[in-house]
């Protein structure tokens, strides 16, 4: 036998004994969800892409983008009838060793969906678990007496079999659960590790979820670095980004530790808990994120009246929680200050600068505080 002895005979259409459109009185709501297919010219695009040139495609590959173009549907293996599927699945019965999963796409016949003939999967076969002298019964029946009514049975189970196969890899396919947000179980896993693993806890911030779950290998370290920082935020706003660590800042002393003399030796212990003035300074809990060298429009989008500042902000939160404080040091290509005039727009201590000449350095004046 060659690989070729799978095709039908001249004359010969698919589905001639099973096949049968019903009559309309006797359809039921749930069997003429049955047409999806005839109103989504894609899948029947796609279809036509089988048909030429099945040889060309995966059997993973075909299921996967069958299932993506039906997205209102229920996923393949997980509908509890095959009407609700915009295809069906069968076994060309054949003894040969073929090059490829796919054998042939039948067209539609009545309100019956177009069928995808299989090589890799099924009953029949040389790999398949029924004995071989089956598969020659099948194939004669089908192709020698036009009877296609045991082919069509053994295609019932088939058809769920081959559904629930796709199902059983798919679950375990990261990018294949992307193909639906809404139902996306990595997502669910993932999140876990960086505290949105409930969907209570999603959209809680300006930051999309999504872009969490894409950093979570850095969200989700115990130890938090500099470095991850930097890349974060330069990865994901698309501008260049330094952390300075050790900025300085005044710190206030409360009321209560203020050294007062004879006050007690809660604050007057020499060398322990005396300290002089109302205020300290202290280059431990502050850092600064140098953004830029950048242009005017991503400048003006890191202003607190832009749309990246939030983000900022709540970037920070969730990569440094509430331990520091932090400001942002924006910093304006000099080719790129605009020239201030009056009644002309701009934000004093934002975007107005005072030369008489071109700037011989990038302005990086505006130091933004971060919210305590």
């Known amino acids: 036998m060659t690989s070729s002895e799978g095709a039908l005979p001249d004359g010969v259409s698919p589905g001639v004994v099973s096949d049968v459109p019903a009559a309309p009185d006797a359809l039921t709501e749930a069997q003429r969800a049955i047409d999806g297919w005839k109103d989504r010219p894609e899948i029947m695009v796609f279809l036509e892409e089988l048909r030429e040139r099945p040889h060309e495609f995966d059997f993973f590959a075909t299921l996967r983008r069958l299932e993506a173009l039906a997205s209102d549907r229920p996923r393949f293996g997980r509908s509890p009838t095959p009407d609700r599927e915009v295809v069906r699945f069968g076994q060309e019965p054949s003894l040969a060793f073929a090059p490829s999963p796919l054998a042939r796409v039948h067209d539609p016949v009545g309100r019956r969906p177009p069928r995808i003939m299989l090589h890799c999967f099924g009953l029949l076969g040389p790999n398949g678990p029924l004995p071989s002298h089956l598969t020659e019964f099948v194939r004669d029946r ?164 832009g749309a990246s500042f939030p983000r900022l902000v709540d970037w920070v939160r969730n990569y440094c929680g509430f331990e520091f404080t932090w400001d942002a040091q924006l910093v304006l290509r000099r080719e790129d200050v605009p020239t201030t005039r009056l009644g002309a727009e701009g934000r004093l201590g934002w975007t107005t600068w005072l030369a008489t000449r071109p700037l011989a350095h990038d302005p990086e004046t505006l130091v933004l505080r971060g919210p305590d």
């Not at 396919?173 to 969907?199: H, K, T, W």
């Open 142 to 305: 089908t192709f020698n007496w036009k009877d296609q009514g045991f082919a069509r049975f053994l295609d019932i189970f088939h058809h769920r079999l081959t559904l629930l196969f796709y199902r059983a890899w798919a679950l375990n396919q990261a990018s294949v659960n992307r193909d639906r947000p809404a139902e996306n179980r990595f997502a669910m896993y993932v999140g876990s590790l960086i505290g949105i693993g409930d969907e209570s806890l999603l959209q809680r911030d300006a930051v999309p979820d999504l872009a969490k779950l894409h950093y979570s290998g850095r969200l989700a370290l115990h130890t938090k670095n500099a470095e991850g920082l930097e890349k974060l935020v330069a990865d994901f706003f698309g501008v260049p980004c330094r952390l300075v660590e050790f900025v300085g800042q005044w710190l206030s002393v409360p009321a209560d530790a203020i050294c007062r003399l004879g006050a007690g030796r809660s604050t007057g212990e020499l060398g322990r808990s005396v300290i002089v003035g109302s205020r300290l300074w202290d280059v431990q809990q502050r850092f600064r994120l140098r953004l830029g060298p950048m242009s005017r429009e991503d400048y003006e989008r890191f202003l607190p009246t």
